[in-house]
């Protein structure tokens, strides 16, 4: 297919095509300076697409190179890092009776866990019955298999971070889980791979081996390198069902996938026939479209292509002239790929153009093959692009091919699958490598004087990803999967709900996308893979002459009984040769979500756990692999293979561009986990098969964002990093010094557990359990319901998957509320002296530990689906202080997910509403401590308010004073006969004490006179005055503003209104302190 970037005189028609012929730029209706039937073509918009995409990409570059690396780039300091000495076997618990370090270090933490959880078998559903939350419920969902070849990079790490997420949180509340997992044998990948290997290790090429030869080498490369990807994943703390890890190549899976075929070509689903596939001259075989990366050409670009000594030129327009048959005159096209005109076979125009009216039905001459051309009519062709004469090739042009069968065109292939040119060709040309005929053919039009130029043309060229070869449209017999009825059913499964995707925005996409499938080419010519079960049948006494005869079984011998009866000849008498070719990848894939499982057998885990919960993956796989899952699970079981379709979004770097191994900024999880020098950073982009531009531009990238490499930031922080994202929605933008920022918030969970390990051991009282610990204090109960809210709100962003909510609202949890709020405010309770007179301070400490406690152990049982380590290492820390004694020999990972009703009588509304109230005074209160440069004293506080207000502030008086680091809290209330209060107001303030405003209308003083001289106070006084009468400018200006009535809503300037009524008293009490600083004298009463 060709986009409508190519500029062809062929309007868009037909069924949905291909992606590779969409990326080729080919115009095929240019200029000519012949007189006749030929017209000049204008600039075309698409051109200023492909031209602005290659200028973004350009700018991006260049903002790279530019950039100052003296000034930007992720600071930070190497942490010590601590290891875990403590004598352990792989797979026991580890010893958590040795003393906690001081501080947190992942590879501390991160030892030996993993080990003892896959032991315990915690990740197998067989242990659902012996959890005491358990629920006669299951979640099963399977991993994207990643690539055997593969490692893992931080698109997999989010997907590995969202799915574990899931499924932790699923398994602790009472879930029968299973989450396998899975490796894909990936093709043309690991084919590629070992040949390369081969090649390197022992001069050999694949063709000097067997087949069998060939396959046990890659079968003993599996062996020794294929576990790294499950390696990789455990680093992760992925809790995947070990003991039922599937690879796509073993007997089980094999058998599935032979039975698919079989079952599909029996119902008509799968047939073979001739069309136009990718092709990699390279590799010898199709590839499928995602194996295609499109490279955007600005215009003329010399390229290295596979096979080839010399750069070839693409990214140009060639223009030559046909002249007509039996008369004077021609007719001019143009094309990206002159080579290709060997096998033109028509020229088409549009059956309304004026210009061509004379020349219906008449003919061209080929001026190489003395082949007549017609010159035919179709209302595809778009009168109004170039000349509006477009040349055909159907062997090696999609749209081409959809003519041909329109108008019963012959199909002539020019180029073979090793990339030569054919004997069609002519002895001139015949074996001829491709590129090389282009040189051949346009210098053959010149001497022909059939000439007529050639210029630049931007165009996107497609590239295998996997040879780095040009990708080649060639005509094939190939077996095919028949799409448009299981796309229809898998268009109504969620038209009627059976189906949901989320977001739901890609209900769209997903329904244009199967609304206009072609038929799926599934044959590789390759050697590893899933070898077709489909055999031609030689018959007796037809010798060679015969039509292809196809049968297909789950074994040779089942194929030939096929075939004898279908021709109706003995068994003995027939000759099957197997099709060499193997099954596409994605076939095997596809049918993941059940063949995982045993099918076609009916096995207990396909009736437990089929179908999948739900599907989680990249929103790039949508059709590559999620449309295919549906399509074949629903015909191939009966049932759709999940119920929920959860996409998330592409990891981009900071600079915005998608983490590719062409653009050499991939960024390897275990990196950002482990830590990496920037030498070895950069050693890995030389490694990689970049051009010296992109190379330049990946290493100064790397130079300037990691000038000291990538810090050890361990697997907590990355996983809580990826799931801190809004994954559904725009693409995700990842810096790592975000994932740095996440270490720190661990090492803060680490000194929080320190401190109450500390306080757990001074009071030495048994914690009370939680439905038995209530809370004493108001701090107490804001925490409590603090933690509750904080409960409901991981409640509903799980059940939305929007992970993204969940985790800010336990980091907000913790270091806001639990950190700087409630630790700061029980230290002085803990500090006081209880003796056996004063049971109500020994009952406030006892109280003050217990909520704590909880508090903590609940906030780790809800960080433990993101953070397993870290939650895992201070959950078995804080274990012996637990009122419940079956936890003891228990992991953190099967514990019962914090639920709101067991923390319903810890729901203290009031307290929460109240809180903000006391933050913004204490805010005040240190905003004025700083701008009068008070740090050790603690002086007095009056708070002039009103009676509602005056209630709140003396209720958490104590916290006022804590957080705000006063010695005193005194309350004034003007009116405070108008509402009846619990205490007696103090009097007013100090004449010509400093004040700030808090909430619009609460005057906060501060009694500076023993900290801070009088001069001094009139500088720092002076200095306020003019940045709040700046303030109250901007404000007043606002409102000055033509028609400010009208246009802006009642709120907004009620809001406005008291804003400036606040600077304005704000203005007038300083100038009043003024007065009284300057002059002796007292300040008037206001």
Not at 627 to 634: D, E, F, K, S
Not at 705 to 713: A, L, T, V, Y
Not at 740 to 757: G, I
Not at 834 to 846: A, D, L, M, P, V
Request: glycine share 6%; charged share 25%; hydrophobic share 35%.
């Amino acid at each position: 297919m060709w986009k409508s970037t190519c500029s062809r005189s062929l309007r868009a028609g037909g069924g949905r095509l291909p992606k590779v012929w969409s990326t080729w730029g080919r115009k095929l209706c240019p200029t000519s300076s012949s007189p006749s039937y030929s017209s000049s073509s204008q600039p075309l918009h698409p051109y200023r697409s492909h031209s602005e995409k290659a200028k973004r990409k350009r700018k991006r570059e260049e903002a790279i190179l530019d950039s100052n690396v003296d000034d930007v780039g992720m600071k930070w300091s190497e942490k010590e890092k601590i290891k875990y000495t403590a004598a352990t076997v792989p797979g026991d618990r580890k010893d958590t009776a040795v003393p906690l370090p001081q501080s947190y270090s992942p590879e501390y933490v991160e030892s030996h866990w993993y080990s003892w959880w896959e032991k315990q078998e915690f990740f197998s559903p067989e242990k659902h019955s012996a959890l005491p939350q358990a629920v006669d419920r299951y979640f099963s969902l399977c991993i994207p298999p990643p690539n055997v070849t593969g490692s893992l990079h931080l698109g997999h790490a989010l997907t590995v971070a969202i799915e574990d997420a899931l499924v932790r949180w699923r398994r602790m509340q009472g879930y029968r889980v299973l989450w396998v997992p899975g490796c894909d044998h990936a093709g043309i990948a690991t084919q590629s791979v070992v040949e390369r290997k081969l090649l390197r290790e022992q001069g050999k090429r694949r063709q000097d081996f067997s087949r069998e030869e060939f396959l046990q080498e890659v079968w003993t490369w599996k062996k020794d390198k294929g576990d790294e990807i499950y390696h990789q994943l455990r680093k992760l703390g992925a809790s995947l069902d070990w003991s039922r890890a599937c690879f796509t190549m073993d007997p089980g899976f094999s058998s599935a996938v032979t039975e698919a075929f079989v079952r599909m070509c029996d119902s008509g689903l799968i047939y073979r026939s001739e069309s136009l596939v990718n092709w990699s001259c390279a590799l010898e075989s199709a590839i499928s479209d995602i194996e295609v990366d499109s490279k955007q050409l600005p215009g003329r670009t010399l390229l290295s292509v596979p096979g080839y000594q010399k750069k070839v030129e693409f990214g140009t327009m060639v223009t030559f002239a046909y002249p007509l048959e039996e008369q004077e005159g021609e007719v001019s096209v143009s094309t990206t790929r002159p080579e290709t005109m060997l096998g033109d076979v028509a020229i088409a125009v549009h059956p309304d153009d004026t210009r061509y009216k004379a020349l219906h039905g008449k003919h061209c001459r080929h001026p190489f093959t003395n082949r007549l051309l017609p010159i035919i009519t179709d209302p595809m062709v778009d009168m109004e692009l170039g000349t509006g004469a477009v040349k055909l090739t159907p062997a090696h042009d999609y749209t081409d091919f959809l003519l041909s069968q329109r108008h019963a065109l012959p199909r002539l292939s020019v180029i073979g699958g090793d990339g030569a040119m054919t004997s069609l060709c002519g002895s001139w040309l015949q074996g001829v490598k491709r590129f090389e005929a282009r040189e051949k053919v346009i210098s053959a039009l010149m001497e022909t004087k059939l000439f007529r130029g050639k210029k630049d043309h931007p165009m996107s060229l497609p590239i295998c990803s996997r040879s780095g070869d040009i990708v080649e449209p060639l005509l094939k017999k190939q077996w095919f999967v028949r799409c448009g009825k299981m796309a229809e059913k898998a268009i109504q499964a969620v038209d009627e709900g059976e189906l949901e995707i989320i977001p739901h925005f890609y209900t769209k996409t997903w329904k244009n996308w199967l609304s206009n499938i072609s038929d799926w080419c599934i044959s590789r010519q390759l050697w590893w893979g899933h070898q077709i079960p489909a055999y031609r049948v030689t018959l007796p006494d037809f010798g060679n002459s015969q039509e292809e005869q196809w049968v297909w079984g789950r074994s040779e011998a089942e194929a030939r009984e096929r075939a004898a009866v279908k021709f109706g000849v003995s068994p003995d008498a027939l000759i099957l040769t197997q099709d060499p070719d193997v099954l596409d990848t994605w076939f095997s894939s596809g049918l993941f979500p059940f063949a995982m499982l045993g099918w076609p057998q009916q096995t207990e885990d396909l009736k437990q756990f089929y179908p999948n919960t739900v599907l989680e993956t990249g929103s790039d796989l949508i059709f590559f692999w999620v449309a295919r899952m549906v399509m074949l699970g629903t015909e191939l079981t009966g049932q759709l293979p999940f119920k929920q379709v959860l996409f998330h979004s592409l990891v981009r770097d900071k600079h915005g561009r998608k983490m590719s191994k062409s653009l050499g900024n991939v960024i390897d999880p275990l990196d950002v986990i482990s830590g990496v020098s920037l030498e070895r950073l950069q050693e890995k982009v030389r490694e990689g098969n970049l051009d010296q531009r992109e190379k330049a531009v990946a290493m100064e990238a790397q130079r300037k964002d990691f000038p000291n490499g990538i810090p050890e930031c361990g697997t907590d922080a990355l996983r809580f990093t990826l799931c801190s994202y809004k994954a559904q929605g725009e693409d995700i933008s990842l810096s790592v010094s975000q994932v740095l920022s996440c270490r720190h918030f661990c090492n803060k969970m680490w000194q929080t557990v320190r401190f109450s390990l500390g306080v757990l051991l001074e009071v030495g009282a048994p914690v009370t359990p939680l439905h038995e610990t209530f809370p004493m204090s108001r701090i107490d109960r804001w925490i409590c319901s603090r933690l509750y809210s904080t409960v409901e709100q991981c409640e509903r962003g799980f059940e939305s998957y929007e992970l993204n909510n969940v985790t800010s609202s336990l980091h907000s949890f913790w270091l806001h509320s639990l950190c700087d709020v409630y630790l700061e405010c029980i230290k002085p309770v803990l500090k006081q002296k209880s003796t056996e007179s004063n049971g109500e301070i020994k009952r406030e400490k006892q109280v003050a530990a217990a909520v704590l406690y909880h508090c903590v152990s609940t906030s780790l049982r809800l960080l433990s689906p993101f953070m397993p380590f870290l939650t895992e290492e201070l959950w078995q820390r804080m274990q012996p202080y637990s009122p419940e004694s079956n936890a003891a020999q228990s992991s953190v990972c099967v514990q019962r997910y914090p639920a709101t009703p067991e923390l319903a009588h810890w729901h203290f509304p009031q307290e929460e509403a109240d809180f903000p109230l006391v933050q913004e005074v204490v805010r005040v209160a240190r905003s004025l401590r700083a701008q009068y440069h008070i740090t050790k004293e603690k002086p007095d506080m009056w708070a002039v308010c009103s009676p509602a207000q005056a209630q709140t502030l003396h209720n958490f008086s104590p916290v006022v004073c804590v957080l705000g680091r006063v010695a005193n809290l005194y309350i004034h209330c003007p009116h405070e006969n108008a509402t009846p209060l619990t205490f007696t107001p103090a009097p007013p303030p100090p004449g010509g004490s400093p004040f700030g405003v808090a909430d619009h209308s609460i005057q906060i003083h501060l009694d500076v006179q023993n900290c801070c001289t009088a001069d001094k106070q009139v500088i720092l006084l002076s200095q306020c005055r003019e940045k709040l009468l700046s303030r109250l400018q901007q404000s007043l200006s606002k409102i000055r503003v033509p028609n400010y009535t009208e246009k802006v809503p009642e709120h907004i300037r009620q809001e406005t209104d008291n804003k400036i009524a606040a600077l304005e008293q704000e203005v007038k009490s300083i100038d009043n302190q003024l007065l009284v600083l300057t002059s002796g004298k007292k300040t008037p009463k206001r």
